[in-house]
């Protein structure tokens, strides 16, 4: 079988380095262009130094059209206006985009105006995105040439809460997603602010974003797309200091009848192992937990109802580079392409 020739722009950051060591494991994937405006030509292993020995590849600096001749498939990982910038070149090549940033998520502009401040400048491909979440879009990821991949808070508060008001299981009121991220979330730039350096992070924890993170308006679309209609929520992140993962804990007021064990089974029975190939459904919320997930495309899922307060709880862990971002990524590659959902993603090391 001939391999698919796959690049990526802005492959020097961290979604960048996930996607070179998934897609370096990818049976029917060859990468082509790695893409760095600022470190072009310097090797994959000066440049990332983990990779060292696994790619010999050098970074380059590239056309839209240059990128699209030498590709079939291209994750963009860059953000804002330099995303505008290449997409449209990208494909009118004939490529195939696989967007990581918050550009293609929304089919309203205004959206995305409103929550990330800034115009849209490709307002006319927005017809043509794919939100990419493989759990709830799979046929539709199939069918596209342009798929925006979810946040990574949003795919582990989703996944928790999609199943419930899917089947009418939880009053659509008072919903609350409680989420806990690493430093890696936000990338490298980000770790160079003073307030994230180790002596501000360690031993720390602090909300921030609250009622205007730019994931709440996504994670509401995900629930719309779960349940067929509006549902708002109450989104609170937290900085923690870890290098990678999330943890998020869902709180949702249940319908009359709802137990522990029926919370489970609902679960259970919407995360089927064909439609959902990376949810684990634990027994206990006590189960879940990052290093079970970390350096994984898994999303690991458990659900209490305490009837103490009358109030589901459900656990979601999953790695924000992997299921959160580059995993997912090439999860959408897989089903974009025609490929085993999972090639390239099974097992540790990720």
């Given at each position: 079988?001939?391999?698919?020739?796959?690049?990526?722009?802005?492959?020097?950051?961290?979604?960048?380095?996930?996607?070179?060591?998934?897609?370096?494991?990818?049976?029917?994937?060859?990468?082509?262009?790695?893409?760095?405006?600022?470190?072009?030509?310097?090797?994959?292993?000066?440049?990332?130094?983990?990779?060292?020995?696994?790619?010999d590849l050098k970074t380059v600096s590239a056309t839209p059209a240059e990128v699209a001749k030498a590709s079939d498939v291209v994750f963009c990982a860059k953000k804002g206006s330099e995303t505008f910038a290449w997409?449209?070149?990208?494909?009118?090549?004939?490529?195939?985009?696989?967007?990581?940033?918050?550009?293609?998520?929304?089919?309203?502009?205004?959206?995305?105006?409103?929550?990330?401040?800034?115009?849209?400048?490709?307002?006319?491909?927005?017809?043509?995105?794919?939100?990419?979440?493989?759990?709830?879009?799979?046929?539709?990821?199939?069918?596209?040439?342009?798929?925006?991949?979810?946040?990574?808070?949003?795919?582990?508060?989703?996944?928790?809460?999609?199943?419930?008001?899917?089947?009418?299981?939880?009053?659509?009121?008072?919903?609350?997603?409680?989420?806990?991220?690493?430093?890696?979330?936000?990338?490298?730039?980000?770790?160079?602010?003073?307030?994230?350096?180790?002596?501000?992070?360690?031993?720390?924890?602090?909300?921030?974003?609250?009622?205007?993170?730019?994931?709440?308006?996504?994670?509401?679309?995900?629930?719309?797309?779960?349940?067929?209609?509006?549902?708002?929520?109450?989104?609170?992140?937290?900085?923690?200091?870890?290098?990678?993962?999330?943890?998020?804990?869902?709180?949702?007021?249940?319908?009359?009848?709802?137990?522990?064990?029926?919370?489970?089974?609902?679960?259970?029975?919407?995360?089927?192992?064909?439609?959902?190939?990376?949810?684990?459904?634990?027994?206990?919320?006590?189960?879940?937990?990052?290093?079970?997930?970390?350096?994984?495309?898994?999303?690991?899922?458990?659900?209490?109802?305490?009837?103490r307060s009358g109030m589901l709880v459900v656990a979601s862990a999953l790695d924000n580079l992997v299921k959160g971002a580059a995993g997912q990524a090439l999860q959408n590659l897989n089903l974009m392409c025609g490929?085993?959902?999972?090639?390239?993603?099974?097992?540790?090391?990720?």
């Amino acid at each position: 079988m001939k391999k698919i020739r796959v690049s990526i722009v802005g492959a020097s950051g961290l979604v960048g380095e996930g996607l070179i060591k998934a897609l370096l494991g990818h049976p029917h994937c060859a990468l082509s262009l790695l893409v760095s405006e600022h470190a072009a030509g310097k090797s994959v292993g000066e440049l990332l130094p983990v990779l060292a020995g696994e790619c010999d590849l050098k970074t380059v600096s590239a056309t839209p059209a240059e990128v699209a001749k030498a590709s079939d498939v291209v994750f963009c990982a860059k953000k804002g206006s330099e995303t505008f910038a290449w997409v449209p070149g990208l494909l009118e090549g004939g490529t195939k985009v696989i967007d990581i940033g918050g550009e293609f998520r929304f089919r309203d502009a205004a959206v995305y105006e409103e929550w990330y401040k800034e115009p849209h400048g490709c307002k006319d491909l927005l017809e043509r995105a794919v939100w990419g979440l493989p759990e709830l879009q799979k046929e539709a990821i199939r069918a596209a040439a342009l798929v925006g991949n979810p946040g990574c808070y949003v795919t582990s508060a989703v996944l928790a809460l999609a199943p419930f008001v899917a089947a009418g299981l939880v009053e659509d009121a008072g919903l609350i997603v409680d989420s806990y991220s690493g430093l890696s979330g936000a990338g490298r730039q980000f770790n160079a602010k003073l307030s994230n350096l180790f002596v501000d992070i360690d031993e720390n924890l602090r909300a921030y974003g609250v009622g205007n993170h730019k994931h709440t308006p996504e994670i509401e679309q995900g629930l719309r797309i779960a349940a067929g209609r509006e549902i708002k929520v109450t989104f609170v992140p937290h900085l923690a200091p870890l290098d990678r993962g999330i943890l998020t804990t869902a709180f949702a007021r249940p319908k009359p009848g709802l137990t522990t064990a029926r919370a489970l089974e609902a679960l259970k029975a919407f995360y089927t192992s064909e439609r959902a190939p990376f949810v684990r459904v634990r027994e206990k919320v006590g189960d879940v937990n990052i290093r079970d997930v970390a350096y994984t495309n898994y999303c690991d899922l458990s659900a209490q109802v305490v009837e103490r307060s009358g109030m589901l709880v459900v656990a979601s862990a999953l790695d924000n580079l992997v299921k959160g971002a580059a995993g997912q990524a090439l999860q959408n590659l897989n089903l974009m392409c025609g490929f085993d959902e999972t090639l390239g993603l099974k097992g540790r090391g990720l």
